[in-house]
C-alpha cells in the first residue's frame, strides 16, 4: 500500500510539473513582449532597455560647415480666406465642449494607450478623418495654426548666426529656401533634376511649418479645425542655451510658450489635447529630468501643459505623447514625376560594394559599435565602402558625397550615435541600400507612422551583442539574393514616404512624410476625442511613461513560427504525459 502511495505520489510530482511546462509554453507562444531571442541575421531580438539619460550627456557639439550670407526671415504664403473658412456641419459636430475636461495642469493617469497604429498601413481607422458626409474632402481634417509671437519662430531665424552658441556653426546656410539650405550647384550626375538641397539635419521644425502654409485644409475659425499646430521652432531656440549651466535661460522661452497657449480660447476647450507641437532635434533634447547644470536640455516638453499636447520630434522619448517622425533629408521633391525619376534610377544602380559605413568613430561612448564597424569594414578587402565623418572632414555634409556612398552598396550600416536615431538612416533608403540595425531604438519603435510594422521587408537587424562577436560580412553575404532583391526594392518604395517636399511647390501628387505625420496627428487627436464623447478621461494614458511602447516590434513570420515551434512543444509535451498516464 505504501509502495502504491508513493509511486502515485511520483506521479502527481510529474503530472505538476509538466503542467507548470506547458503554462511557460503557453506564455511563450502569446507572443509576449517581455520574451527575447537570439538568432543571426535579421531575426534577432533585443530590449530596449538602455538608459537614454546615458547616451544624452555625454552629448557633443556637432561640427558643420560655414557658408555664406543668411536668409534673415520666411514669409508667409497667400491664403484663400474664402476657402479656408468654408464651414460645414460635419465638422462642427465633431468640436467637443470643455464641460468636465481637466484643467491644464491635469495630473496623468497610469493606464496605457496604444498609439502605435500607422495611418497609412491603417487606413480604415482613419477613414472618417478623410471626407465627411457632405463630400468634403477637409471634412474632420482642419488645422488651425496659432499665430505666434514672433519671438517663438521668425525671431530666432534673424539671428540665425548665434542658434548654436558654444561651437562654431552657423545655421544661416541652412534656413535658406525656406529650411531647405543652399540648392545642390552641380552633383557631377550623381543626383537629379533641381530637388537637392544642403539639408541641415535640425531644420525639420522650419520645413514643417512651410509645409504646413500649403496645408489644403487650413482654416482660420479654430472652432471647425480638427488639430491646432503650434509653430514653435523649440529645436533652434534651445541650441541656443544646449551647452549654458543656466537652467532658467534653457527654460524661459519654453515657461513663456505654455503661458502664452494657455491663456488662448483653443487651449480651453479640449485642455491642449488638440495641439501639436513639432521639434527638430531628439525629444530628450527637450525632457532634462534634474534641475541640475550637469542634466541635459531643456524641460519643455516635461512642462504640465506640454503634457497635454502631442509631441513629433525626430526621435521619440517613452513617453506616450512623443511620436518620430522622419529626420529631413537632402531631397525635396516638387511633384510625383521627380520621385519616380529618382526611384527608378536607384532601381538600375550598379552595386558593387556588400555594405557602407558613413560616420565616424565615438571612443567617448562605451555602447557603442561603431569603432568595431570601421574595423570590419576596413578588414572587408574592398566589399565595405567608409565614408569619413569626422569633425575635421565635411564628407557628410555633402548629399554628393553621401548619396555616391550609398547608392553604391547593397546594404548600409546604421549603428546608433549620440543618440538613438540616425539621420543616416534616411539618406540611405533614399539610396535603395538597405538599412542594417544594430538596436531597436534606431528605427523599429521609433517612425512607427512611416515604416512598415515588419522590419523583415526592408532591414537586416543584428543583435548589438552578437555585433561584438559576430563578423557582419557573413552575415550579410548569407542572405538570399530573392531576398535581398524584395527588400530592396521595398526601401526604394518607401522612398516617397521619407521624403519632405518642396514646401514652396504647388504641384505635389503624392504623399509625402509631412502628409503621413498629419494622418498621424488627426487619429491621435480624433481617438481622444471619441473617448470624451464615451464619457472618458483624456488624460488617461495620454502622455505616461511607457516602456512598453519600445517593446522590440516582432514580424509577423517570426510571430507564426514561434507560434508553430510552441504548438509542436506543447503536442510532444502533452503525448508524453498521455503515455504516462
Not at 401 to 411: D, E, G, L
Not at 468 to 490: D, F, G, H, T, W
Request: overall charge neutral; glycine content about 8%.
Amino acid at each position: 500500500m505504501l509502495g502504491k502511495k508513493g509511486q502515485y505520489g511520483h506521479q502527481v510530482w510529474f503530472v505538476v510539473l509538466i503542467s507548470s511546462l506547458l503554462c511557460f509554453l503557453l506564455l511563450f507562444s502569446s507572443d509576449r513582449s517581455f520574451l527575447s531571442g537570439g538568432g543571426g541575421g535579421n531575426s534577432g531580438v533585443t530590449f530596449f532597455v538602455d538608459n537614454y539619460e546615458n547616451s544624452i550627456n555625454t552629448r557633443k557639439p556637432k561640427s558643420l560647415p560655414s557658408a555664406g550670407s543668411p536668409n534673415k526671415t520666411i514669409g508667409s504664403a497667400p491664403v484663400d480666406k474664402g476657402s479656408l473658412l468654408k464651414a460645414n456641419s460635419t465638422a462642427r459636430d465633431r468640436e467637443v465642449p470643455n464641460d468636465g475636461l481637466s484643467p491644464p495642469d491635469v495630473t496623468v493617469g497610469d493606464k496605457s494607450d496604444d498609439d502605435s497604429v500607422s495611418p497609412t498601413n491603417q487606413s480604415s481607422e482613419h477613414a472618417s478623418l478623410d471626407v465627411g458626409l457632405d463630400g468634403d474632402p477637409c471634412s474632420g481634417r482642419f488645422i488651425y495654426v496659432h499665430d505666434l509671437p514672433s519671438r517663438f519662430n521668425d525671431d530666432l531665424l534673424r539671428k540665425c548666426e548665434s542658434l548654436t552658441r558654444g561651437t562654431t556653426v552657423n545655421m544661416c546656410p541652412y534656413i535658406e529656401n525656406l529650411g531647405m539650405g543652399l540648392a545642390v550647384a552641380d552633383s557631377g550626375g550623381v543626383l537629379l533634376n533641381n530637388s537637392w538641397f544642403r539639408t541641415n539635419q535640425f531644420q525639420l521644425e522650419v520645413i514643417f511649418h512651410n509645409k504646413m502654409k500649403q496645408y489644403k485644409c487650413l482654416t482660420n475659425d479654430s472652432s471647425l479645425a480638427s488639430a491646432i499646430y503650434v509653430p514653435y521652432y523649440a529645436g533652434l531656440d534651445i541650441s541656443q542655451y544646449l551647452w549654458s549651466s543656466n537652467m532658467s535661460v534653457r527654460d524661459a522661452t519654453a515657461f513663456d510658450l505654455v503661458g502664452w497657449l494657455s491663456r488662448r480660447p483653443e487651449w480651453r476647450r479640449m485642455s491642449g489635447r488638440d495641439h501639436f507641437l513639432v521639434a527638430g532635434r531628439i525629444a530628450w533634447d527637450f525632457r532634462r529630468q534634474a534641475d541640475d547644470p550637469s542634466y541635459w536640455g531643456s524641460k519643455l516638453m516635461f512642462l504640465p501643459q506640454s503634457q497635454n499636447m502631442t509631441m513629433l520630434s525626430v526621435e521619440s522619448s517613452v513617453w506616450n505623447n512623443d511620436f518620430a517622425i522622419p529626420y529631413p533629408t537632402y531631397f525635396h521633391p516638387s511633384k510625383g514625376a521627380e520621385v519616380a525619376q529618382w526611384q527608378d534610377r536607384m532601381r538600375k544602380q550598379e552595386r558593387k560594394y556588400l555594405f557602407a559605413f558613413a560616420g565616424a568613430p565615438r571612443p567617448e561612448l562605451e555602447f557603442t559599435i561603431r569603432g568595431e564597424i570601421i574595423n570590419q569594414c576596413l578588414a572587408s578587402n574592398g566589399k565595405c565602402k567608409l565614408l569619413n565623418c569626422s569633425s575635421s572632414t565635411n564628407n557628410c555634409d555633402d548629399p554628393v558625397n553621401v548619396m555616391k556612398v550609398f547608392r553604391s552598396s547593397v546594404f548600409c550600416l546604421q549603428p546608433r550615435g549620440d543618440s538613438y536615431t540616425r539621420r543616416s538612416t534616411f539618406d540611405s533608403i533614399l539610396a535603395g541600400c538597405i538599412p542594417v540595425f544594430f538596436h531597436s531604438g534606431t528605427a523599429y519603435v521609433q517612425y512607427l507612422w512611416h515604416l512598415p510594422r515588419d522590419h523583415t521587408k526592408y532591414s537586416v537587424f543584428i543583435q548589438l551583442d552578437e555585433a561584438k562577436k559576430v563578423s557582419i560580412e557573413p552575415i550579410l553575404q548569407s542572405i538570399p539574393e530573392n531576398e535581398v532583391l524584395a527588400m530592396r526594392e521595398e526601401v526604394i518604395r518607401l522612398i516617397p514616404r521619407m521624403v519632405y517636399a518642396d514646401p514652396r511647390s504647388k504641384e505635389q501628387n503624392f504623399d509625402d512624410a509631412f502628409d503621413v505625420a498629419i494622418e498621424g496627428v488627426l487619429e491621435r487627436i480624433g481617438k481622444v476625442r471619441k473617448a470624451i464623447v464615451s464619457g472618458g478621461d483624456p488624460s488617461i494614458g495620454f502622455a505616461e511613461q511607457n516602456h512598453q511602447k519600445f517593446n522590440f516590434p516582432r514580424s509577423d513570420p517570426e510571430k507564426r513560427e514561434r507560434k508553430r515551434l510552441a504548438r509542436e512543444i506543447l503536442y510532444a509535451a502533452g503525448s508524453r504525459i498521455g503515455q504516462f498516464l
